[in-house]
């Protein structure tokens, strides 16, 4: 973090030596005189192994601008209930471990595009999972649904992907120069590697 960075004074008492720290959102860095180790998980949790039961620390938060990781081995990883569903479609589409993604990508979003549609109206689900009831019966639903198989697919194909949400807004203010975000402009995407 930059020195410009607010910064803010916790004074906390820890119950046990071992625990995360309070800390607000967007923390970027901890820092406390008292603990020589903490250690964080990159999502913003920062946890401490010999804490003292009085404490105090400071926090350095903001906006943390753009901090992609690189992909590791949970980017890789397809829940055991769906392993054969993902892993069977993805023989099926050709998407073999070693071909480069530009050439994976089009296959996946015409499986898609020819095989699903989209929906918010979402009936009730049978006694499956959603994203097998999604791949095997239902064939439509929301981006949610949409982003999740192809992560999944994707992973199964040997490629890093990642699941993520935010919004996706354009309305601008007729009032001020600014743009309006709803409820209604939540969406979610694939991020792949």
Same mark, same amino acid.
């Given at each position: 973090?930059?020195?410009? !960075? ?6 906390? @008492?820890?119950?046990?030596?071992? #625990? ?5 959102? +967007?923390? *970027?860095? &901890? ?5 020589? +180790?903490?250690?964080?998980?990159? *999502?913003?949790?920062?946890? %401490?192994?010999?804490?003292? #039961?009085?404490?105090?620390? +400071?926090? =350095? ?5 753009? =901090? ?5 081995? *949970?980017?890789?990883? %397809?829940?055991? =209930? ?9 023989? $099926?589409?050709? *998407? ?29 689900? /049978? ?9 095997? =019966?239902? !064939?439509? @639903? ?8 192809? &992560? ?13 949400? /935010?919004?996706?807004?354009? $309305?601008?203010?007729?009032? $001020?120069?600014?743009?309006? %975000? ?12």
């Amino acid at each position: 973090p930059t020195p410009s !960075r607010p910064k803010l004074t916790i004074l906390t @008492r820890m119950k046990k030596a071992k #625990g995360i720290l309070r800390v607000p959102q +967007n923390a *970027l860095g &901890v820092n406390c005189s008292a603990i020589s +180790n903490i250690k964080t998980n990159g *999502l913003g949790t920062f946890v %401490v192994d010999n804490a003292p #039961g009085f404490m105090i620390y +400071n926090v =350095r938060y903001g906006d943390p601008g753009t =901090r992609i990781q690189p992909p590791g081995k *949970l980017d890789l990883a %397809v829940p055991d =209930r769906e392993k054969a569903l993902f892993q069977n479609l993805a023989v $099926e589409l050709g *998407l073999e471990p070693d071909k480069p993604v530009q050439k994976v990508l089009p296959k996946i979003k015409k499986y898609f595009f020819t095989n699903f549609s989209y929906t918010l109206d979402l009936k009730s689900r /049978g006694k499956t999972s959603p994203i097998t009831d999604f791949m095997t =019966r239902t !064939r439509t @639903r929301h981006c949610e649904y949409f982003a999740t198989a192809t &992560v999944l697919l994707l992973r199964a194909a040997g490629i890093p992907a990642r699941y993520v949400s /935010g919004y996706m807004a354009f $309305e601008k203010s007729p009032m $001020e120069n600014k743009i309006v %975000v709803r409820q209604k402009h939540a969406h979610a995407w694939t991020e792949v590697f």
